[in-house]
């Protein structure tokens, strides 16, 4: 069963248009939740709003909303204020412009989405806005509105459809003068340097995702599968800390020579599945011989 589409509507480049259907990108749902419940009861709790002054129980029709002007201080919004103001969306991702993809601070990058035609009469304006992007290999980036705000998304080619990418304004990013300025300049020599650009060497490798491993993840998931089968969970005793006062040059060098190490152990590991390749064709070779 093919999931539900999160938004319908329109991709349009110049007079050029197709319906389409956005999809969001990620999940959270695998991800172990926990409630609150009643120690007591073992009841699930149920939040409430309570009055910061008075204490007292709030209820819904008495809920609304204020932006703070000062330390308590509120300007009170009504809810048909805020829809006055609020951007109805026309159901279209007009594509404004097409830019380098190296252009884009990835600071910006914010909810990713996968864009597909929506319905048969739509795929060949899609594959058409798509190749071009594929041959121009720009990036698009157009106007959408997503519950009620406005957004800025990036729209590239991925695979047999488009990758559209939400992205932040200019006053979401901090500065990053506020947190690098107070970083001091030491004199680094050549040598740590290089020893340094060694170490990355040996652990240089591609981006593969199917390597990550969520740990805190799986030891949530193990924690759970053994309280709820009864099984005592043992506690583990604090690790004392190691010191921090070490030497940058001595440990350089010491990972320099666990990079070597464990680089050996992985091209032994590859030759030892070449050098096995040879003999496996040659009993296979073998056994077509006795057959013949």
Not at 138 to 163: D, F, Q, S
Not at 184 to 210: N, Q, R
Request: aromatic fraction near 6%; proline fraction near 5%.
């Amino acid at each position: 069963m093919a999931p539900r589409a999160y938004w319908k509507g329109t991709l349009k480049l110049s007079l050029v248009s197709c319906p389409v259907v956005l999809y969001p990108a990620t999940t959270a749902a695998e991800k172990t939740r926990f409630h609150l419940i009643n120690r007591e009861t073992g009841n699930r709790l149920k939040q409430q709003m309570i009055d910061a002054e008075t204490g007292d129980v709030v209820e819904s029709d008495q809920k609304g909303r204020g932006y703070e002007l000062r330390k308590g201080k509120y300007v009170e919004i009504e809810p048909e204020e805020l829809e006055a103001v609020q951007i109805e969306s026309n159901h279209t991702i007009d594509i404004e412009s097409f830019v380098p993809r190296e252009e884009i601070d990835q600071r910006f990058l914010n909810h990713p989405y996968y864009i597909a035609p929506d319905g048969k009469a739509a795929v060949d304006a899609f594959a058409v806005i798509r190749d071009a992007m594929k041959d121009q290999e720009r990036v698009a980036l157009a106007k959408i509105v997503l519950t009620n705000r406005e957004h800025v998304m990036a729209i590239e080619p991925l695979g047999k459809g488009l990758l559209g990418t939400t992205l932040r304004f200019p006053y979401e990013l901090r500065e990053e003068d506020q947190f690098f300025d107070d970083i001091k300049s030491p004199k680094i020599t050549k040598d740590m340097v290089e020893l340094a650009g060694h170490i990355l060497k040996t652990k240089a490798a591609h981006f593969d995702p199917s390597k990550f491993k969520d740990d805190y993840e799986n030891a949530l998931k193990a924690l759970v599968k053994r309280k709820a089968s009864g099984k005592k969970i043992a506690l583990p005793e604090p690790e004392e800390r190691p010191s921090n006062v070490v030497s940058l040059m001595d440990a350089l060098k010491q990972s320099l020579k666990g990079g070597k190490k464990n680089a050996a152990k992985s091209h032994a590991r590859r030759a030892t599945g070449r050098r096995h390749a040879p003999k496996k064709a040659h009993r296979t070779a073998a056994r077509h011989r006795k057959a013949g």
